[in-house]
């Protein structure tokens, strides 16, 4: 039971994480030298930034045909949209599910689902709010195309926002990814597109919250429209 309790608290970290989490504490020590309700206000932003690179465990559902989300966050946009020219995934709109991510949720994104990565474009780019539509055609941004097991491809697009000033990618063209394995992250608050097969709709609706690795977004096998949800 302890065991437990202390796991929802205390969560594998991000190699990248390390060297914030030491420069935040450090800053804290000077904090307290100068005056201890500063150094306090240093604890607290230097808990935010341990939970900020926080890398948990998730539990991904296997079967073949789901796509999950890439990303913790929100539902922000569902929309027919043309994915980036650098994707060279042809001019024709196919549906794109944006997901936004604040400074509070885990930025570690994983692959939406399994497949070879056939191409990998970095764009650069201005830093707008993610969460405005024309962020996708201004903000800097990487673009992964995955190619599934039956030659369809769907793209994911790491989108810097506001605050948000590097993209990490930890793959290469080539590399064969497992449904929500871990290819990277964005500091800090940012978006991630997913572009849906021809022909899929999502399973998901706007304002939805994700779960990255977790959430099932679309599923290619599936003839079911668009859904939609209703704030309770």
Known sequence: MAADMLSTV??????????????????????FMVWQPLGWIGVGLTVWCYYF??????????????????????????EAAVPPAELEMGDAPLTRVSVFMNVFDCHVNRAPVAGEVTRIAYRPGKFLNASLDKASADNERNGLVLKMA????????????????????????????????????????????VYLP??????????????????????????????LAEAI
């Open 53 to 78: 690179f926080r890398d948990p465990v998730r539990h991904v559902p296997m079967r073949d045909g789901l796509l999950v989300s890439p990303a913790d966050g929100v539902i922000s946009m569902i």
């Open 150 to 193: 039956d030659g369809r491809q769907v793209g994911v697009v790491q989108i810097a926002g506001l605050v948000a000033r590097r993209i990490l990618c930890d793959v290469a063209e080539g590399d064969q990814l497992a449904t929500g394995a871990r290819f990277g992250m964005i500091r800090f608050g940012s978006r991630v597109d």
């Open 10 to 31: 205390v969560k594998p970290l991000h190699r990248e994480g390390y060297r914030f989490i030491a420069v935040f504490a450090v800053v804290t020590l000077l904090l």
């Open 198 to 227: 021809e022909g899929v709709e999502s399973l998901v609706a706007l304002g939805q919250g994700m779960i990255s690795g977790e959430t099932v977004i679309a599923d290619v096998t599936s003839a079911e429209s668009r859904r």
